[in-house]
């Protein structure tokens, strides 16, 4: 079982940067691939990002390649996702979600624990 927290969402102007953070419970959270998902009003849960257990392999979606960054620190039990150059349309719920079995996949299906959610709004 793993709990998931995140934290860091806020109001930012466009072009800006902000970094969303992850808390993780659970003894095996350092073999499990992670995810950022995010949810604007009226729309579907979109794929953001996901890392494998040991931060080496990432995946983002295409709208925010080279713009958002996800690292792990497994040590601290957390996942980052660096946002920068941000745009009004990257307002949304962020959601972080874990895989114990490390699909790295862009999809909800695959992610079997979900944190609450922490909401960020880029102003142009």
């Known amino acids: 079982q793993v709990q998931l927290v995140e934290s860091g969402g806020g109001l930012v102007q466009a072009g800006g940067s902000l970094t969303l953070s992850c808390a993780a419970s659970?003894?095996?959270?350092?073999?499990?691939?992670m995810g950022w998902f995010r949810q604007a009003p009226g729309k579907e849960r979109e794929f953001v990002a996901t890392?494998?257990?040991?931060?080496?392999?990432?995946r983002y979606a295409d709208s925010v390649k080279g713009r958002f960054t996800i690292s792990r620190n497994n040590a601290k039990n957390t996942v980052y996702l660096q946002m920068s150059s941000l745009k009004p349309e990257d307002t949304a719920v962020y959601y972080c979600?874990?895989?114990?079995?490390?699909?790295?996949?862009?999809?909800?299906?695959?992610?079997?624990?979900w944190g609450q959610g922490t909401q960020v709004t880029v102003s142009s």
């Open positions: 979600a874990a895989d114990p079995e490390e699909r790295l996949a862009p999809i909800r299906e695959v992610y079997d624990y």
């Open positions: 659970g003894r095996t959270f350092s073999r499990y691939g």
């Open positions: 890392i494998s257990w040991s931060g080496v392999v990432t």
